[in-house]
């Protein structure tokens, strides 16, 4: 079996690499393939290289679930998010939770505090329980995680991004639409000197990077970027506005690539005096729950991510019942929340 008909075959029925699968790629019995995984000391140091071989090349995860049990399905659907603390997706995974209970499945969810090093470990974990679906945050880029995510079998949604081309099915929407609406946004409204303070995050900065090229098309000079790496506080964001009035004090309007950070903008601002929105306009992303009863009430991006977690919840269980998918990619938009700060 090459590496092409291994992929094609993830798709079809069950769809799941298995450990015969990779013992034919490497050209020994299913049993010793079974021994070189479970008890590597009792197989040569040159079968444990072709099993270990075929094991990188397919995906195969270990199904650590009892054999009987294996073909058993488990009522469980796992969620991996970045983050649940002052968490933009707090709405989705309530929504899919809420849903998937009503279905008769639970919902067991991992976070990977936005280090793809920690995402790919936990997914490993999951897709070895194999759950009945898979909820990701994000788009999975080229790799081992979504090499073995494609290997399982197991139904996958994407969420939170847009791409042509996801593992299995997808909801979300553009971030690269979202920095060029904020940036036409703000220029709408007179704003000439630019800022953005953004951590460390690529989807972040793909709206960042529409948002810079927004601007530059309208002569509209260069913007300055504050990254606070993976300090997504109210602190950082502080902290950021005084750097940026360092060096560039005469900015009016600042992108935040999260609503917590624009808080903590909002509140620097307040502590040097300065006027919002008649000096800086301030607009932040995400509109979680205590942004509209902010002092000034704060102009962000909404995203809606309840329909993303109920529409999810019905794709996995669709999928986990044998049913079919219809429409496999979905684009739930975005909104731009008018309020005083921008």
């Given at each position: 079996m090459n590496d092409k008909e291994t992929q094609k075959r993830t798709r079809r029925g069950s769809g799941a690499i298995t450990l015969r699968d990779v013992a034919m790629l490497a050209g020994v019995a299913p049993i010793t393939a079974s021994r070189a995984l479970n008890t590597p000391s009792q197989v040569s140091d040159?079968?444990?290289?072709?099993?270990?071989?075929?094991?990188?090349r397919t995906g195969y995860v270990p199904n650590r679930m009892a054999g009987g049990l294996a073909s058993s399905k488990s009522r469980l659907i796992a969620a991996v998010?970045?983050?649940?603390?002052?968490?933009?997706?707090?709405?989705?995974?309530?929504?899919?939770?809420?849903?998937?209970f009503e279905s008769g499945y639970q919902l067991m969810l991992g976070q990977t505090g936005y280090s793809s090093e920690r995402e790919e470990l936990l997914l490993e974990s999951v897709i070895s329980r194999r759950p009945d679906g898979i909820f990701i945050t994000g788009i999975m880029p080229?790799?081992?995680?979504?090499?073995?995510?494609?290997?399982?079998g197991i139904p996958v949604v994407?969420?939170?991004?847009?791409?042509?081309?996801?593992?299995?099915?997808?909801?979300?929407?553009?971030?690269a639409d979202i920095g060029q609406a904020v940036a036409q946004y703000l220029l709408s409204k007179g704003n000439q000197k630019y800022a953005i303070?953004?951590?460390?995050?690529?989807?972040?900065?793909?709206?960042?990077?529409?948002?810079?090229?927004?601007?530059?098309?309208?002569?509209?000079?260069?913007?300055?970027?504050?990254?606070v790496g993976d300090l997504?506080?109210?602190k950082s964001g502080r902290e950021a506005l005084k750097q940026i009035l360092l060096l560039k004090p005469d900015v009016d309007a600042i992108f935040c690539s999260s609503d917590l950070l624009a808080l903590g903008v909002l509140t620097e601002a307040r502590?040097?005096?300065?006027?919002?929105?008649?000096?800086?306009?301030?607009?932040?992303?995400?509109?979680?729950?205590?942004?509209?009863?902010?002092?000034?009430?704060?102009?962000?991006?909404?995203?809606?991510?309840a329909e993303i977690g109920?529409?999810?919840?019905?794709?996995?269980?669709?999928?986990?019942?044998?049913?079919?998918?219809?429409?496999?990619?979905?684009?739930?938009?975005?909104?731009?929340?008018?309020r005083e700060s921008a």
């Open positions: 040159d079968v444990l290289r072709k099993v270990q071989e075929a094991v990188d998010v970045p983050s649940t603390v002052f968490s933009v997706f707090n709405e989705t995974i309530e929504a899919l939770n809420g849903a998937l080229p790799g081992k995680a979504r090499t073995r995510l494609m290997a399982s994407e969420t939170w991004d847009l791409t042509p081309t996801p593992i299995d099915m997808l909801i979300g929407f553009s971030h303070v953004t951590a460390d995050d690529e989807r972040a900065g793909r709206r960042n990077k529409a948002f810079i090229e927004t601007v530059k098309a309208h002569k509209s000079g260069d913007v300055l970027v504050q990254n997504r506080t109210l502590a040097q005096k300065i006027s919002v929105p008649h000096q800086i306009s301030i607009m932040g992303f995400g509109d979680v729950p205590f942004v509209e009863d902010m002092i000034p009430a704060l102009t962000t991006v909404k995203i809606n991510g109920r529409l999810a919840a019905q794709c996995l269980v669709d999928r986990a019942q044998g049913k079919a998918v219809e429409q496999q990619i979905v684009d739930v938009g975005f909104s731009i929340v008018s």
